[in-house]
Nanobody, 118 residues
Framework: QVHLVESGGGLVQPGGSLRLSCTMSRAILSTFISYDMAWYREAPGKQRELVASISSGGSANYIDSVKGRFTISRDNSRKRVNLQMNSLKPEDTAVYYC?????????WGQGTQVTVSS
């Protein structure tokens, strides 16, 4: 089990940008490197959905609705995964969760609220 700490959520106007970060605290570097990382989101009344993922080898994938707007990256030296969100839309409003999966288990962060509204 790993401990994930998220930051960077907030209120932004449509068209604005936010950067979410998730740090795997209390873990050594080799542990972080072995995990595939992802960001999910859960909007009110909707199921939690996968937004973007990045493998331990650095391969990234996105859902169609965020392609070209969101970028996931990982900084192994800081044991951190980031989600840069540009051109935000009201429909991006949700609680965003960081996920870590090593094939044997999956762990979640506490979530960070992103609200896109004028």
């Amino acid at each position: 089990q790993v401990h994930l700490v998220e930051s960077g959520g907030g209120l932004v106007q449509p068209g604005g940008s936010l950067r979410l970060s998730c740090t795997m605290s209390r873990a050594i570097l080799s542990t972080f490197i072995s995990y595939d990382m992802a960001w999910y989101r859960e909007a009110p009344g909707k199921q939690r959905e996968l937004v973007a993922s990045i493998s331990s080898g650095g391969s990234a994938n996105y859902i169609d609705s965020v392609k070209g707007r969101f970028t996931i990256s990982r900084d192994n030296s800081r044991k951190r995964v980031n989600l840069q969100m540009n051109s935000l839309k009201p429909e991006d409003t949700a609680v965003y969760y960081c996920n870590a999966d090593n094939g044997r288990g999956s762990d979640w962060g506490q979530g960070t609220q992103v609200t896109v509204s004028s």
